[in-house]
Nanobody, 115 residues
Framework: VQVVESGGGLVQPGGSLTLSCAVSGVTVSSYSMAWFRRAPGKEREFVANINPSTSNRNYADSVKGRFAISRDNAKNTAYLQMTSLKPDDTAVYYC?????????WGQGTQVTVSS
């Protein structure tokens, strides 16, 4: 199983970015997917997750109302749409999928929010 994030970059405060998480080696339609992030000097923290049917999504309080997680099972891909970005959102964003109790992480994509 391979997990690859993309879509990061430099954005000004108040701007938007959409991250993608493409999974290969397994069909993700039966598995939950999630986004975490790690800011410089901080522990990795939960951002959002989504269950296989997309009927249940959870968000960290710090991103609620600004970020939206979604998935396209036909494309084996999850997305994280980020709006109203703040400098505190600067971090490496990681995606993971849990398959039969085993967690597969991607290498991460850097998001920098700065003027």
């Amino acid at each position: 199983v391979q997990v690859v994030e993309s879509g990061g970059g430099l954005v000004q405060p108040g701007g938007s970015l959409t991250l993608s998480c493409a999974v290969s080696g397994v069909t993700v339609s039966s598995y939950s997917m999630a986004w975490f992030r790690r800011a410089p000097g901080k522990e990795r923290e939960f951002v959002a997750n989504i269950n296989p049917s997309t009927s249940n999504r959870n968000y960290a309080d710090s991103v609620k109302g600004r970020f939206a997680i979604s998935r396209d099972n036909a494309k084996n891909t999850a997305y994280l749409q980020m709006t109203s970005l703040k400098p505190d959102d600067t971090a490496v964003y990681y995606c993971y999928v849990t398959v039969n109790g085993r967690v597969y992480w991607g290498q991460g994509t850097q998001v920098t929010v700065s003027s």
